[in-house]
Nanobody, 122 residues
């Protein structure tokens, strides 16, 4: 099977920084990229940032210029550096990947990390 294990997060004051990390392990043949999502109370889960195997990155408008995603897709790892955090960034953050598990099948499967609480408050 496949697991995505996250680390990092916690409580920080407005203007502070946090770093999240995620590592995928298990039966992994390939993946095209990894993403970070977040879900605030009462809101839908939203895409925060994505990095592809070719190191192309994309960000939600709300985090551009403040968050930076980096990844080594070949090593199944991704990190999210979050700077200038604001109370509206408070949410549970999840890493995600669509993973191809076998050389003999092109099917991909969606996997999520366990979620990490990020709270921005004075």
């Amino acid at each position: 099977q496949v697991q995505l294990v996250q680390s990092g997060g916690g409580l920080v004051q407005p203007g502070g920084s946090l770093r999240l990390s995620c590592t995928a392990s298990g039966s992994i043949f390939s993946m095209s990229g990894m993403e970070w999502y977040r879900q605030a109370p009462g809101k839908e889960r939203e895409l925060v940032a994505r990095v592809t195997s070719g190191d192309t990155t994309n960000y939600a408008d709300s985090v551009k210029g403040r968050f930076s995603i980096s990844g080594d897709i070949a090593k199944n790892t991704v990190s999210l550096q979050m700077n200038s955090l604001q109370p509206e960034d408070t949410a549970v953050y999840y890493c995600h990947a669509d993973i191809r598990r076998s050389r003999t099948s092109p099917s991909t499967y969606s996997y999520w990390g366990q979620g990490t609480q990020v709270t921005v408050s004075s």
